[in-house]
């Protein structure tokens, strides 16, 4: 699925072994997010970048707000 980050939003970044590294901005633009969750995460990819995580709760947050949209895909 895609994401369309309508005005900066912060999200999380994880250690590779799943623990907290902290918090990082993701400017607007349309992004990957993959599944399946990780820990209530789910994953968003940056190009040329390491891969940042939103929490669900999060996620739901932003789409109420306006501040992210979910795109779908198109046949």
């Given at each position: 699925m895609k994401?369309?980050?309508l005005k900066g939003?912060?999200?999380r970044k994880l250690h590779s072994d799943g623990t907290d590294a902290g918090f990082?901005?993701?400017p607007a633009g349309i992004y990957d997010a993959l599944?399946?969750?990780i820990?209530?995460?789910l994953r968003i990819y940056r190009?040329?970048?390491e891969p940042l995580f939103i929490a669900f709760e999060k996620l739901e947050h932003y789409i109420?707000?306006?501040e992210i949209q979910i795109l779908l895909k198109q046949a």
């Open positions: 994401i369309q980050v939003v912060l999200v990082a901005p993701l599944g399946p969750q820990n209530g995460f190009s040329n970048a109420s707000s306006g």
